[in-house]
């Protein structure tokens, strides 16, 4: 810019640009790192805002049936009588389904994909196992509909009844195939690639002197896995459970599609059941009266509550287990 | 050990004893972990599969471009202008978050907004639809808007992670380069740092935005009564949209409408699996160009 050279440009920075573009770059340096900031807190408010309308939303029925709205069983919108009982059953027996058969095969195919499977192989099905996680929960909750559900209730429940018939879980099988065991079974599609993901980085990361050192020993592949891979991987591998946990809780719209809506607690597995979400998508949009409404806000609070405490507890697992894993390198 | 029999040099190097028992176990284990990844991929294949030829029966050029009851035209621009908008919010704002992590942030202030980003990520979309509706929907009327603001927190999270990624790959020698010149850093900020990282943001928007697309139990609460055969863009009525339209077929149990419904989700799985397919393999692309 300038030309002619005086001894004052010399001396440093600020004796060459011009004060007004000075102060217009303090200005500016403060603006951009207010909006910044502007943003990260509204990442945070709404966090607080989404708690609180659920909760205000809630408020009626809280006030109304108190916290023995968490077991009581009743629910019947007819009479102004409402309990999370039943719901709150499905919903512990089809996330605790989905994750006791989801959890074995995600660990199973993160293993194949670390340790067994060529490069190629692994580009490949990494990524489609990923793609499963993409595919919108109606579209499923549609298969599950027209496609799994008249196979679970033609081939599956005859089976299962057939050799465990005298286990009072699978009773005799139903007429239509919706029920709390299809339901389960949607939501272990779901949670596979969740638990299969974060379990394949977390083995990835597993040192290979210690796996090399193993197989030195002597130790066969599945020694390696069950003496050094999964010990050191053990509490990453439950967070990620944690968090599959956290979206078959949350499930609201392929649960109620494929679940039967039934309100009472049944102990066979081929009945028809619901759950918090569920619950809530199909009953909210017919809400009979502000009772109700509130009611189905109350299953939200309970459900924010749970998804939340599950995903915090993985966070932490989670950094306690990053935080081990850096000391022992 | 040493009790065993005399060690025998001649011996063949075969397995013997429980060495043949735990190769065995091993062996088993490789077979079921294969097994089990060639089931999720079967599963895949068998969902895409009954979509794709019960879809395919559905599309014509009427399907997409008129509305009920020939085609879906209306729930397919609804549901891409609830997108745009949702976009429209989320992508300013994640940008800036990952922004004020990778520029300003200490580990102090990191730390706690990480976790409200994986917090936001983890809520239940019906949590959010219940949000919207008792902020926007009640005493009021439902709206595009309304969906349209739950779809831009569940895209929130996964853009900021994703621009923060990309960001991070930003290489120190431009931003030193900057400094050295005398440059202000929002003058960095914007012309160096964001310029090369651009590609990467918006292949980790594309992503979010195929996650948002599909979420529907936030719609049913914010915009589920709509008019099927009218085209709207305007997002402060009740807008049609695909996924609402697909549940309510699916749950009214006739076989035209199932058609109708595998027609849409035809469409919508294709747009979300080439959109994130295409996403992904640009975003290894540009991290690829950025760290070399």
Redesign the interface.
């Known amino acids: 810019m300038a030309t002619t050279v005086s001894p004052a440009a010399r001396v440093g ?1 600020g004796a060459r ?1 011009s004060p007004l573009r000075r102060r217009l ?1 303090r200005f ?2 403060r ?3 207010g ?6 807190l ?3 408010a ?2 607080v ?2 708690g609180y ?2 909760v ?2 809630a408020a009626p029925a809280i006030s109304k049936f108190g916290f023995a709205f968490v077991y009581e069983t009743t629910w019947q919108p007819n009479f102004g009588t409402f309990g999370a009982g039943s719901v709150l059953f499905g919903t512990a027996i089809t996330s605790s389904f989905a994750l006791l058969l989801g959890a ?3 660990i ?2 993160a ?3 670390t ?3 060529p490069g190629k192989v692994r580009g490949v ?1 990494g ?3 990923e ?2 996680a ?10 599950g ?3 799994l559900a008249p196979f679970v209730q033609s081939k599956i429940e005859p089976f299962l009844h057939g050799l465990f018939g005298f286990l009072p879980i699978f009773g005799a099988q139903q007429t239509t195939g919706l029920s709390v065991f299809t339901a389960s079974l949607i939501l272990t ?1 779901m949670v ?2 969740i638990i ?1 993901s974060i379990s394949r980085d977390l083995f990835t990361a597993v040192p290979p002197e210690l796996q090399d050192g193993a197989a030195a020993l002597g130790a ?4 390696v ?1 069950r003496g050094i891979v999964l010990p050191t991987t053990a509490s990453g591998v439950v967070a990620a459970c944690l ?1 599959g946990l ?1 979206r078959a ?5 392929a649960v109620s ?1 494929v679940i039967g809506a039934g309100s009472e607690i049944q102990a066979s597995l081929f009945e028809p059941g619901d759950t918090l ?1 569920s619950r ?2 199909l009953q ?2 017919g809400a009979l009266t502000e009772l109700h409404k509130a009611s ?2 109350y299953l ?1 609070v309970m ?2 509550v749970i ?2 405490a599950s ?2 507890v993985a ?1 932490w697992i989670g950094r306690r287990f990053a935080y081990a894993g850096t000391v022992a390198k | 050990m040493s009790a065993g029999p005399a060690f025998d040099p001649a011996a063949p190097l075969t397995p013997s004893g429980n060495l043949r028992r ?2 065995a ?2 062996r ?3 077979l ?6 060639v ?3 079967a ?2 294949a ?2 895409v599969y ?2 794709a030829s019960r879809g395919a029966k559905a599309i014509d050029l009427d399907f997409i471009f008129t509305g009920y009851p020939t085609g879906v035209g209306p729930m397919l621009l609804g549901t891409l202008t609830i997108s745009l908008v949702a976009t429209a919010m989320a992508m ?3 940008v ?2 990952a ?3 990778t ?3 200490g580990s102090r ?1 990191a730390g ?2 990480r ?6 990520n ?10 919207v ?3 926007l929907v ?1 005493h009021k009327q439902q709206s595009g808007f309304a969906g349209a603001v739950a779809l831009a ?1 569940i895209e ?2 996964l853009i ?1 992670r994703g621009s923060q990624e990309v960001l991070l790959l930003v290489p120190k020698s431009l931003r030193e380069a900057s400094d050295a010149l ?1 440059v ?4 960095s ?2 012309t160096v740092v964001l310029p090369t990282a651009l590609g990467g943001i918006v292949t980790s928007t594309v992503l979010a935005v ?2 948002a ?5 936030p719609l ?2 914010a915009s ?1 009564v709509f008019d099927p055969k009218s085209f709207s863009v305007n997002p402060f009525e009740s807008m049609p949209n695909v ?1 609402v339209w ?2 309510k077929l ?2 009214e149990g006739n076989p035209e409408g ?1 058609t109708e ?2 027609g849409m ?1 035809l469409l ?2 294709s747009f ?2 080439f959109a ?2 295409g996403a ?1 393999a640009l975003l290894a692309r540009s991290k690829r160009k950025l760290s070399s």
């Open positions: 920075r640009v770059d500016a340096d603006a951009l790192f909006i910044c900031l502007l943003a990260a509204i990442a945070a709404t966090i805002l989404v309308q659920i205000d939303g074995p095969i995600a199973a195919i293993l194949f994909l340790l067994l499977a099905i990524p489609l196992v793609l499963l993409a595919i919108p929960s109606v579209i499923l909750g549609f298969w509909l027209l496609v599609i596979i690639p299969a066969t592949r599945w020694e896995v968090l956290g809780l949350g499930e609201a719209i599609q979400a809530i998508a909210f949009p189905l806000f939200g459900l924010l998804g939340l995903n915090l966070q | 735990r190769q176990v091993s088993a284990a490789e079921a972990a294969t097994a089990a990844a089931a999720a991929i599963v895949l068998l969902i009954t979509v300013p704002i994640g800036l978050i922004l004020f992590l520029e300003y942030a202030a706690p907004l976790l409200t980003l994986d917090l936001l983890g809520l239940p979309s019906i949590i959010l639809g219940l949000f509706f008792a902020l009640d927190i929130l999270p900021a005398g202000a850093r929002w003058r900020v914007l195929a996650r697309a599909g979420e529907t139990a049913i609460l589920s996924p697909i549940y699916s749950e199932f419904a595998w989700s919508l799985v979300i699996l994130s397919l992904r």
